[in-house]
């Protein structure tokens, strides 16, 4: 599908890409101010890599996926993916028509398996949906290519018949995979595909996953909460802090020797499941930051313990600080931070 | 003093519908030991929330507690030197009497996972924390609300005068858990409930409360039950674990033990089948493929025969799992486990 | 996540084994899945006959009747309920009878009065011949469902059942024909209701910002102005002379306009709602146009809560055409409605002396209580998906 003399670009390129929401008051609906829940991010993956995305509740990672996707309006930016047909293409300044080709090629993994499926519909109707309205098979052979890929997914074929209803959460995660990989796309934004899973179910989806990117050569951009899971499955991981990027590394470095203090704390905070007492632990203090109203300076120095003057009024710029490693941080270069390595040595 | 708190003895409540019989509980043993932390493991549907509520005689109807004892040895402070304790058998109560009603909120507290849902939003932090105050205890109205406000101090919440007079809805998620938090101990109860209490918040937010958990149960000495799925957070907060399965207890020792020396098939499976930090340290390349348990939970208005998990179990013996039930084994300081591998 | 399995409410006639019923409940689309449900609720069951048989009796009313509503009858003014006797004069069973009536005067109140003959008694019958009519203006027939049948010499021996008018005629043939209008002015209201209320709710709820407030604020208005006083004065403005079926028409047109307020909130809302689900974005993200993701993914979401909307305003809707008929501003004579029947029962003294004429108040109760169980079974039903 690609060119493979491409394999050296980036299958997508995110540059300074902003999502704003207006929020209103009274009567009239005057915009008084703006939410940014994203605000200025910049990323790339390549092909048949694994992106994280994580970050705590208001940071902006599914608004971000979902802009990069168009799911929703980007307010400014660029999202610059090699599309198979059209090229390398601005996804954010697309007209129509074109977006329907990249719509083939960019598809969405949605979190909770009982709202991402119409339930008055069968699963033949829900698989073969962008097969259908993308104008890409019909009839018989619409029904043969939903077959081929609830196989692939895991699902018997005889499924196609039934509703959603007939089925659990890991069988409609499932359902939503093989909707996602339909029309033979090359990128998928995966929205927190686990996150509404039980353990052992969660086991088989991420397995899935890997196993689908191997056999098809899928690139994914996956945003989650759970680190273990990201780390897992990741090969680099981005860092989102109340609509900014904090840092963006490979997994291991990102774990292993955190640049962020953020990401030190958030490392420090995940409850790992061996017994041995953690000696070294940052614990935050306060809130997360309003994306409304967000602190001046680096969004984060409210809370953070290496705060200097500068941190409380100079945004600080995402730098590359080691080869593939970005950070943005006043103080990146001389701090010291704790990753997960030194807390399980013992 | 009994070193037991709480004795769960062959504990069974059922919810009868018209489709069938749920065995929410089906015989669990457990003993709850006095300040210390009990960490119950186990998927949806393995009855830990139902054997809590038990406890607590909250079971919603249809439910009922068909069988099985609880023992709840509390203590009966007759003068400084000499602390007796009682015993009274909780399934005998009625559960709207006095006697449930004073245990409830004020000798065992719980906290739940939806702090939004667990909490009135039309009615203020202050006035709901003071209503349990001046239920259980004698103190008139400004001696509760200092009370309260003391409380909301000790579980470490920004500003509490200010807090006091806060809606819940005005409160981020952290702060919400930590006002339950407060209602829960503002009686000084000698057991905490804790059901899934921090699933619903960020990381650092959940780091923050499993150490205020940690802290004022030291503080306090109070025992802490403390019910989730999430095997990382059993490992920083609990002492003991117990693992359920489909309403059972199918294997309970100490944390290092559920760890490192796991015996029943499902506890192995369960620690198998989670993403482990620590292999990021130690993998090259290629990913590590999760173990998964094979199959699903089964419909829970069919009563197989013989153990619970046999369909699902990589070691299952045919002709044995299948048909008889898995007695209780004892493995040594406190381990035990219900599964036929072991039985000699 | 636990293996599914079909829920109790959902069954099939046939005795099927768990297995092939489970693969039923699988593949039930939304509306089996609301049909099943609906069957729990017995009072909606039997509802829906009861209502079944009121618009049966309303169609086929030229039949069912064993007069035609608008004949006088000057010999039995007044008359009270015919006795339906089973036991003759000689003390023995035999098929329900009526006696001749015979008119004389109250010597006091100069009322008319009925004396049995007890010579001759003529049996009920079915199927016999009566008044001509033609069906719905069409078809001619003069065959009544009960009756005595032709007699010689061309003498009418009546059966009322619920008595007659002072007019003489029968009052149960005329509450026949009264369901024509009465039962169908609700359905007429609510295709009106369903119109606007589905428009006007789909642009608010569709394109939000200020459309979507106008349109509020505008119902708004509309339902804070009170209900009686609004009817009587548009119906005021009737002119006289229009011709009945106009009137009808406009009446209904009146009436709708409660109606359609709810529909279009309800629909508002529900379409806010589910605006928001993820597999409406995912329909768009798989190439859907607005049209499409309209009809497949959000009507048919609230589809069901449309028919119940409808369904519960019917009951207002009959009410209220009972209300201004009675009142006088609605429909006059000769059109027929329970309300049109309720003008005679007007003063004290009729109710005192003729009570039978009361007999439309239990129709309209009846009517509207089946509707209203008929609504909450539909209710109950309505989402399939919500356990």
Redesign the interface.
Same mark, same amino acid.
């Given at each position: 599908m690609t060119n493979p003399a491409n394999k050296s670009e980036p299958l997508l390129e995110v540059q300074d890409l902003k999502k704003y929401f207006p929020i209103k008051r009274g009567f009239f609906k005057r915009v008084v101010g703006h939410v940014k829940a994203v605000d200025d991010i910049n990323l790339h993956i390549m092909e048949g890599e694994t992106l994280g995305m994580v970050g705590e509740s208001g940071c902006g990672k599914t608004t971000a996926g979902r802009s990069i996707m168009r799911a929703i309006t980007p307010s400014s930016g660029k999202v610059m993916f090699r599309d198979p047909i059209l090229g390398l293409v601005d996804v954010a300044a697309l007209d129509d028509k074109d977006l329907m080709h990249v719509r083939r090629s960019m598809r969405m993994i949605f979190q909770d398996p009982y709202a991402s499926l119409n339930p008055r519909m069968t699963i033949l109707d829900i698989v073969g949906a962008p097969l259908r309205a993308m104008g890409l098979f019909h009839g018989k052979q619409l029904e043969d290519r939903v077959a081929e890929i609830l196989d692939l997914v895991g699902l018997r074929p005889e499924y196609m018949r039934r509703y959603p209803h007939a089925f659990s959460g890991g069988q409609r995660q499932r359902i939503g995979i093989a909707r996602a990989l339909a029309p033979s796309p090359t990128f998928i934004v995966c929205d927190e595909p686990v996150s509404a899973l039980d353990v052992s179910v969660q086991a088989q989806i991420l397995n899935l996953l890997q196993d689908l990117q191997g056999k098809l050569g899928l690139t994914y951009l996956f945003v989650a909460h759970d680190l273990s899971v990201v780390a897992h499955i990741c090969n680099r991981v981005s860092v989102m802090y109340v609509g900014k990027m904090v840092e963006l590394a490979p997994t291991r470095d990102l774990f292993v020797s955190p640049l962020h203090p953020y990401t030190e704390a958030l490392m420090s905070a995940i409850p790992l499941p061996d017994p041995r007492p953690r000696t070294k632990r940052v614990l935050l203090s306060g809130e997360v930051a309003n994306p409304a109203s967000p602190p001046s300076g680096c969004y984060f120095h409210p809370r953070c313990s290496y705060c200097q003057d500068i941190c409380k009024t100079e945004e600080p710029a995402f730098k590359e600080l080691t080869p593939g490693h970005f950070v943005k941080c006043h103080r990146a270069a001389e701090l010291n931070l704790t990753g997960v390595s030194e807390i399980l040595e013992h | 003093m009994t070193e037991n708190l709480i004795e769960i003895k062959n504990l069974r409540t059922y919810f009868h519908l #018209? =489709?069938g019989v749920v065995r929410a509980v089906d015989g669990v043993d457990l003993n709850i030991k006095r300040k210390k932390t009990l960490g119950i493991v186990g =998927?949806?549907?393995c009855g830990k929330s139902m054997m809590s509520l038990s406890l607590l005689r909250l079971v919603p109807s249809p439910g009922k507690i068909e069988g099985g004892e609880i023992l709840y040895h509390h203590t009966v402070h007759e003068n400084q030197d000499n602390a007796l304790s009682s015993v009274v058998d909780i399934t005998k109560l009625d559960p709207m009497g006095k006697e449930m009603r004073s245990i409830r909120g004020n000798q065992i507290s719980m906290v739940f996972q939806e702090p939004m849902t667990a909490m009135s939003p039309i009615l203020t932090i202050g006035r709901q924390i003071t209503e349990v105050i001046t239920l259980h205890q004698k103190v008139n109205q400004a001696e509760a609300r200092n009370r309260a406000i003391e409380m909301l101090a000790r579980v470490r919440m *920004?500003k509490p005068e200010r807090v006091i007079d806060d809606y819940p809805f005005q409160l981020?998620?952290?702060?919400r858990q930590r006002a339950v938090i407060a209602m829960a101990l503002c009686c000084q109860p000698q057991m905490l409930i804790a059901d899934e209490p921090t699933t619903a918040l960020? /990381? +650092? +937010? =959940? #780091?923050?409360i %499993?150490?205020l958990m940690r802290d004022l149960q030291e503080e306090f000495g109070m025992a802490i039950l403390y019910i989730t799925?999430?095997?990382? /957070?059993? #490992? =920083?907060i609990a002492e003991e674990v117990a693992v359920m399965y489909l309403g059972k207890v199918v294997e309970q020792t100490d /944390?290092?033990s559920i760890?490192y020396q796991p015996l029943h098939p499902y506890t192995r499976? %369960?620690?198998q089948?989670? *993403?482990?930090?620590?292999? /990021?340290?130690l993998r090259h390349d290629d #990913?590590?493929? %999760?173990? +998964?348990?094979k199959g699903?939970?089964?419909?829970?208005?069919q009563h197989l025969k013989g153990c619970p998990f046999h369909p699902r179990c990589p070691e299952a013996i045919l002709g044995v799992c299948d048909t008889v039930e898995p007695k209780v084994i004892q493995m040594g300081e406190g381990h035990i486990v219900r599964c036929h591998l072991y039985d000699k | 996540m636990t293996t599914i399995k079909a829920p109790r409410w959902f069954s099939k006639t046939k005795k099927v084994d768990a297995a092939q019923k489970d693969e039923a409940f699988f593949r039930a689309s939304q509306w089996q899945l609301v049909w099943w449900k609906f069957r729990r609720h017995k009072l909606a069951q039997m509802a829906m006959v009861v209502l079944g048989i009121l618009y049966f009796i309303a169609i086929f009313a030229e039949f069912v009747s064993p007069f035609d509503p608008l004949h006088r009858m000057k010999e039995f003014t007044g008359m009270t309920p015919s006795p339906i006797r089973i036991i003759d004069a000689q003390g023995s069973l035999r098929f329900p009878f009526v006696y001749k009536p015979i008119q004389a005067r109250d010597p006091e109140t100069l009322r008319p009065i009925y004396k049995e003959d007890t010579t001759q008694l003529f049996p009920i019958k079915f199927f016999v011949q009566g008044d001509d009519y033609k069906l719905w203006g069409l078809i001619p027939g003069n065959i009544h469902l009960y009756g005595t049948g032709l007699q010689p010499d061309n003498k009418i021996i009546p059966v009322f059942i619920l008595g007659a008018d002072t007019l003489g005629r029968d009052v149960l043939s005329r509450i026949f024909f009264a369901g024509r209008i009465s039962l169908t002015v609700g359905l007429i209201g609510i295709v009106l209701a369903f119109f606007f209320g589905l428009m006007l709710g789909g642009l608010a709820g569709f394109f939000g910002g200020l459309i979507d407030e106008v349109i509020m604020r505008v119902i708004d208005v509309l339902i804070s102005l009170p209900q009686i006083p609004l009817w009587m004065s548009l119906a005021a403005a009737l002119p006289q002379d229009w011709p009945q079926l106009q009137t009808y028409l406009y009446v209904t047109v009146i009436l709708s306009i409660f109606g359609w307020t709810s529909l279009a909130r309800t629909v508002r809302g529900k379409l806010l709602s589910l605006r928001e689900e993820d597999y409406v974005m995912a329909a768009r993200l798989d190439g859907e146009h607005e049209g499409s993701i309209i009809t497949r993914y959000m009507l048919p979401g609230f589809a069901s809560y449309i028919i119940v909307s409808l369904t519960i305003s019917i009951p207002g809707m009959i009410l209220g055409e009972t209300a201004l008929s009675f009142l006088g501003l609605g429909l006059q004579s000769p059109i027929i409605s329970y309300g049109v029947m309720l003008q005679d029962a007007q003063n004290l003294q009729t109710i005192s002396q003729l009570p039978w004429l009361l007999w439309p108040v239990a129709f309209v109760v009846l009517a509207v209580l089946m509707f209203n169980f008929l609504g909450d079974g539909l209710r109950d039903a309505a989402d399939p998906y919500v356990t």
């Amino acid at each position: 599908m690609t060119n493979p003399a491409n394999k050296s670009e980036p299958l997508l390129e995110v540059q300074d890409l902003k999502k704003y929401f207006p929020i209103k008051r009274g009567f009239f609906k005057r915009v008084v101010g703006h939410v940014k829940a994203v605000d200025d991010i910049n990323l790339h993956i390549m092909e048949g890599e694994t992106l994280g995305m994580v970050g705590e509740s208001g940071c902006g990672k599914t608004t971000a996926g979902r802009s990069i996707m168009r799911a929703i309006t980007p307010s400014s930016g660029k999202v610059m993916f090699r599309d198979p047909i059209l090229g390398l293409v601005d996804v954010a300044a697309l007209d129509d028509k074109d977006l329907m080709h990249v719509r083939r090629s960019m598809r969405m993994i949605f979190q909770d398996p009982y709202a991402s499926l119409n339930p008055r519909m069968t699963i033949l109707d829900i698989v073969g949906a962008p097969l259908r309205a993308m104008g890409l098979f019909h009839g018989k052979q619409l029904e043969d290519r939903v077959a081929e890929i609830l196989d692939l997914v895991g699902l018997r074929p005889e499924y196609m018949r039934r509703y959603p209803h007939a089925f659990s959460g890991g069988q409609r995660q499932r359902i939503g995979i093989a909707r996602a990989l339909a029309p033979s796309p090359t990128f998928i934004v995966c929205d927190e595909p686990v996150s509404a899973l039980d353990v052992s179910v969660q086991a088989q989806i991420l397995n899935l996953l890997q196993d689908l990117q191997g056999k098809l050569g899928l690139t994914y951009l996956f945003v989650a909460h759970d680190l273990s899971v990201v780390a897992h499955i990741c090969n680099r991981v981005s860092v989102m802090y109340v609509g900014k990027m904090v840092e963006l590394a490979p997994t291991r470095d990102l774990f292993v020797s955190p640049l962020h203090p953020y990401t030190e704390a958030l490392m420090s905070a995940i409850p790992l499941p061996d017994p041995r007492p953690r000696t070294k632990r940052v614990l935050l203090s306060g809130e997360v930051a309003n994306p409304a109203s967000p602190p001046s300076g680096c969004y984060f120095h409210p809370r953070c313990s290496y705060c200097q003057d500068i941190c409380k009024t100079e945004e600080p710029a995402f730098k590359e600080l080691t080869p593939g490693h970005f950070v943005k941080c006043h103080r990146a270069a001389e701090l010291n931070l704790t990753g997960v390595s030194e807390i399980l040595e013992h | 003093m009994t070193e037991n708190l709480i004795e769960i003895k062959n504990l069974r409540t059922y919810f009868h519908l #018209a =489709e069938g019989v749920v065995r929410a509980v089906d015989g669990v043993d457990l003993n709850i030991k006095r300040k210390k932390t009990l960490g119950i493991v186990g =998927e949806s549907g393995c009855g830990k929330s139902m054997m809590s509520l038990s406890l607590l005689r909250l079971v919603p109807s249809p439910g009922k507690i068909e069988g099985g004892e609880i023992l709840y040895h509390h203590t009966v402070h007759e003068n400084q030197d000499n602390a007796l304790s009682s015993v009274v058998d909780i399934t005998k109560l009625d559960p709207m009497g006095k006697e449930m009603r004073s245990i409830r909120g004020n000798q065992i507290s719980m906290v739940f996972q939806e702090p939004m849902t667990a909490m009135s939003p039309i009615l203020t932090i202050g006035r709901q924390i003071t209503e349990v105050i001046t239920l259980h205890q004698k103190v008139n109205q400004a001696e509760a609300r200092n009370r309260a406000i003391e409380m909301l101090a000790r579980v470490r919440m *920004p500003k509490p005068e200010r807090v006091i007079d806060d809606y819940p809805f005005q409160l981020s998620g952290g702060m919400r858990q930590r006002a339950v938090i407060a209602m829960a101990l503002c009686c000084q109860p000698q057991m905490l409930i804790a059901d899934e209490p921090t699933t619903a918040l960020d /990381v +650092t +937010t =959940e #780091a923050q409360i %499993l150490q205020l958990m940690r802290d004022l149960q030291e503080e306090f000495g109070m025992a802490i039950l403390y019910i989730t799925h999430n095997l990382g /957070v059993i #490992a =920083e907060i609990a002492e003991e674990v117990a693992v359920m399965y489909l309403g059972k207890v199918v294997e309970q020792t100490d /944390v290092k033990s559920i760890f490192y020396q796991p015996l029943h098939p499902y506890t192995r499976a %369960l620690l198998q089948s989670i *993403p482990q930090l620590k292999d /990021v340290l130690l993998r090259h390349d290629d #990913a590590r493929r %999760l173990q +998964t348990i094979k199959g699903m939970i089964p419909d829970p208005y069919q009563h197989l025969k013989g153990c619970p998990f046999h369909p699902r179990c990589p070691e299952a013996i045919l002709g044995v799992c299948d048909t008889v039930e898995p007695k209780v084994i004892q493995m040594g300081e406190g381990h035990i486990v219900r599964c036929h591998l072991y039985d000699k | 996540m636990t293996t599914i399995k079909a829920p109790r409410w959902f069954s099939k006639t046939k005795k099927v084994d768990a297995a092939q019923k489970d693969e039923a409940f699988f593949r039930a689309s939304q509306w089996q899945l609301v049909w099943w449900k609906f069957r729990r609720h017995k009072l909606a069951q039997m509802a829906m006959v009861v209502l079944g048989i009121l618009y049966f009796i309303a169609i086929f009313a030229e039949f069912v009747s064993p007069f035609d509503p608008l004949h006088r009858m000057k010999e039995f003014t007044g008359m009270t309920p015919s006795p339906i006797r089973i036991i003759d004069a000689q003390g023995s069973l035999r098929f329900p009878f009526v006696y001749k009536p015979i008119q004389a005067r109250d010597p006091e109140t100069l009322r008319p009065i009925y004396k049995e003959d007890t010579t001759q008694l003529f049996p009920i019958k079915f199927f016999v011949q009566g008044d001509d009519y033609k069906l719905w203006g069409l078809i001619p027939g003069n065959i009544h469902l009960y009756g005595t049948g032709l007699q010689p010499d061309n003498k009418i021996i009546p059966v009322f059942i619920l008595g007659a008018d002072t007019l003489g005629r029968d009052v149960l043939s005329r509450i026949f024909f009264a369901g024509r209008i009465s039962l169908t002015v609700g359905l007429i209201g609510i295709v009106l209701a369903f119109f606007f209320g589905l428009m006007l709710g789909g642009l608010a709820g569709f394109f939000g910002g200020l459309i979507d407030e106008v349109i509020m604020r505008v119902i708004d208005v509309l339902i804070s102005l009170p209900q009686i006083p609004l009817w009587m004065s548009l119906a005021a403005a009737l002119p006289q002379d229009w011709p009945q079926l106009q009137t009808y028409l406009y009446v209904t047109v009146i009436l709708s306009i409660f109606g359609w307020t709810s529909l279009a909130r309800t629909v508002r809302g529900k379409l806010l709602s589910l605006r928001e689900e993820d597999y409406v974005m995912a329909a768009r993200l798989d190439g859907e146009h607005e049209g499409s993701i309209i009809t497949r993914y959000m009507l048919p979401g609230f589809a069901s809560y449309i028919i119940v909307s409808l369904t519960i305003s019917i009951p207002g809707m009959i009410l209220g055409e009972t209300a201004l008929s009675f009142l006088g501003l609605g429909l006059q004579s000769p059109i027929i409605s329970y309300g049109v029947m309720l003008q005679d029962a007007q003063n004290l003294q009729t109710i005192s002396q003729l009570p039978w004429l009361l007999w439309p108040v239990a129709f309209v109760v009846l009517a509207v209580l089946m509707f209203n169980f008929l609504g909450d079974g539909l209710r109950d039903a309505a989402d399939p998906y919500v356990t």
